[in-house]
């Protein structure tokens, strides 16, 4: 198991930005297609952006795509979210995933991802 923790959700307004963080630790983190998912209330989880284990190839919802950029350090064991003009829609907990399965591919269900943080909120008002 990869063992996730979160940062840098908060509340900001309507067209603002917010920088999220995932510190990993345990199995070897650079093997694995890394992801951000996000929950909203009363919702299911769904996929916002994964990206590849060499940081190469990145993957996102058409809901997040030209807003949102992930990004991976390997030799911090860290992925990033960077979110811009964001908007009440993007509100939920976002949570860091690893997909334990399938290091070749960018995968966007969530049953892919195997490992999952404790999520942090994001709350964007209008």
């Known amino acids: 198991q990869v063992q996730l923790v979160e940062s840098g959700g908060g509340l900001v307004q309507a067209g603002g930005s917010l920088r999220l963080s995932c510190t990993a630790s345990?199995?070897?983190?650079?093997?694995?297609?890394m992801g951000w998912l996000r929950q909203a209330p009363g919702a299911e989880r769904q996929f916002v952006a994964a990206?590849?284990?060499?940081?190469?190839?990145?993957r996102y919802a058409d809901s997040v795509k030209g807003r949102f950029t992930i990004s991976r350090d390997n030799a911090k064991n860290m992925i990033n979210l960077q979110m811009n003009s964001l908007k009440p829609e993007d509100t939920a907990v976002y949570y860091c995933a690893a997909d334990l399965g399938s290091p070749w591919s960018l995968r966007n269900k969530v049953a892919d991802f195997g490992s999952w943080g404790q999520g942090t909120q994001v709350t964007v008002s209008s």
């Open positions: 345990g199995r070897t983190f650079s093997n694995y297609v």
């Open positions: 990206i590849s284990p060499n940081g190469r190839s990145t």
